[in-house]
């Protein structure tokens, strides 16, 4: 099994685990020819992607959907909240969405959703794991949870962004939604 980041920040996230017959796609915030473009330097293309599992629907982590899904057949998989907030925000999605239970078995590979603490509704990180390795993928991470803490103990690899800082967005230059 592999992680491969192809893009994590603000500007957009996107990242691929994979193993020899199970490539999944967390995340689509950057565009659909830059996750193409990252697919094809590791050897597969957006037509492989077996799912497309979403953490929320802020645009950095979506961004990319719409035009991706003209390129895949590839199911979306997303808690209820996000699925909703896809539905609205992403044309083409309602038809490709799947309600992610707590632990999915999609291709080769178990994915578990678990909850983080972030401002969109619904918000969860993955672990993805098969019968040799586990990894986790947690993104706009402003502080570890009891849960998140459990959810990912035993991972032998861990992408944590940790860059939600409610404190900072209080005193910052952003907008009141935020």
Known sequence: MELCTLASGSSGNAVLVFDNDTALLFDAGISAKRICDGLKQLGLSAGQLDGICITH?????????????????????????????????VEGAAERI????????????????????????GSV????????RKCSIVTDLGFVTEEVRESI???????????????WLMSGPYPPYL
Do not use: C, M, W
């Open 98 to 121: 799947e309600i992610i239970h707590p632990q999915e078995e999609l291709g080769d590979l178990s994915v578990q959703a678990f909850n983080t603490p972030h401002d969109a509704p």
């Open 57 to 89: 629907s802020h645009s950095d982590h979506i961004s990319g959907l719409r035009v991706l899904l003209k390129r895949t057949d590839a199911k979306i998989y997303a808690t209820g909240q996000t699925a909703s907030a896809l539905e609205r925000q």
């Open 153 to 167: 103990l035993g991972s032998q690899l861990a992408l944590v962004e940790a860059n939600h800082d409610v404190d």
């Open 125 to 132: 990180g993955y672990t993805v794991s098969n019968q040799e």
